[in-house]
Nanobody
Framework: QVQLAESGGGSIQTGGSMRLSCVAS????????MAWFRQAPGKGREGVAA????????YYTDSVKGRFTISRDNVRNTLYLQMDSLNPEDTATYYC??????????????????WGQGTLVTVFS
């Protein structure tokens, strides 16, 4: 079954940078769209960034454009999210997920109803 292990979160001051990783298994990673989502305390889950199977297409929600960069390693089955110029509004638990759709839809329907444990990012001022 689909297994996702996010890591790299922590506490950081406003303006700092952080790199998240997601190791995936249980499906054919290299042929699926991959996306990052986040859920802030008391809010719903939102799409942050997504990338096509062949790296060529990326998509970002407006609030992170120019600050976050999504990338993937199809040999190591690993997804990354480089986050720069972090601010308190970025505080959330971050999750990755594979989907059957396209990046501009944050990969559409996810392959699994089960999510990973996520990684918590806390940005303090």
């Amino acid at each position: 079954q689909v297994q996702l292990a996010e890591s790299g979160g922590g506490s950081i001051q406003t303006g700092g940078s952080m790199r998240l990783s997601c190791v995936a298994s249980g499906f054919q990673y290299s042929t699926h769209c991959m996306a990052w989502f986040r859920q802030a305390p008391g809010k719903g889950r939102e799409g942050v960034a997504a990338i096509s199977p062949g790296h060529s297409i990326t998509y970002y929600t407006d609030s992170v454009k120019g600050r976050f960069t999504i990338s993937r390693d199809n040999v190591r089955n690993t997804l990354y999210l480089q986050m720069d110029s972090l601010n308190p509004e970025d505080t959330a638990t971050y999750y990755c997920a594979p989907g059957r759709g396209v990046p501009r839809k944050f990969c559409g329907e996810t392959l699994s109803e089960t999510w990973g444990q996520g990684t918590l990012v806390t940005v303090f001022s």
